[in-house]
Structure formats: structure tokens, C-alpha cells
Nanobody, 116 residues
């Protein structure tokens, strides 16, 4: 299983970025995609998650600013991030959960830096 995250970068406060997470190399369906982030000196936290039926959840800190979506046909998850704040600066990771085999797989992180 491979999860390739992309789309990070440097942006000014108030700007936008869209992260992508492309999954490949598996035969089971991805039940849930999740986006997590980890800032320096802090624990990794859930940012947003989306099920295969499209039900989404968000951390309170990003509600109304971030939108998670997925393309089931191509096994890609997206995280649209608007109105970015300096406190959104972190390494963002995607995770795929396969419920049929109860297996989590993490992708590599992508750095998001928001300047004030």
C-alpha cells in the first residue's frame, strides 16, 4: 500500500492550499481517509476524516475553513484549506483505514507553513 501526499507549501495567512493523498497498491476498499497534522513539539492530531459514504468530521479548530473530500474511483482524498492561520503550520499526514482487514496505513507527511 502506498499513500502519496502532496500539495503542501508556504502560504501567507488568509491564503489557501489543497492537499491530495493518492492511494495505490491494494485490493481492499478504503473505508476511511483521514488527514492528521503534527506541529513541532505537539502530538499528532486529527484534522478531518471522511468515510466511503462521504460522511465527514472535522476538528473544531478547522471547522468552516477546511473541507475534506474523496474520489472513490481513483482512491484520492483531498483537503481544501482556506483562511489559513499561522497555527495551521504543521506536517500534514494522510491515513487510510481498511475495515475489512482492520488495517491503518500512513502516508508520508507534507509540510504546510503559514506565515503571518
Amino acid at each position: 500500500v502506498q499513500l502519496q501526499a502532496s500539495g503542501g507549501g508556504l502560504v501567507q495567512a488568509g491564503g489557501s492550499l489543497r492537499l491530495s493523498c493518492a492511494a495505490s497498491g491494494f485490493t481492499y476498499s478504503i473505508t476511511t481517509f483521514g488527514w492528521y497534522r503534527q506541529a513541532p513539539g505537539k502530538q499528532r492530531e486529527l484534522v478531518a476524516g471522511i468515510t466511503n459514504s462521504g460522511s465527514a468530521t472535522y476538528a473544531d479548530s478547522v471547522k468552516g475553513r477546511f473541507t475534506i473530500s474523496r474520489d472513490n474511483a481513483n482512491n484520492i482524498a483531498y483537503l481544501q484549506m482556506n483562511s489559513l492561520k499561522p497555527e495551521d503550520t504543521a506536517v500534514y499526514y494522510c491515513k487510510a483505514y481498511f475495515s475489512e482487514i482492520m488495517y491503518d496505513h500512513w502516508g508520508q507527511g507534507t509540510q504546510v507553513t503559514v506565515s503571518s
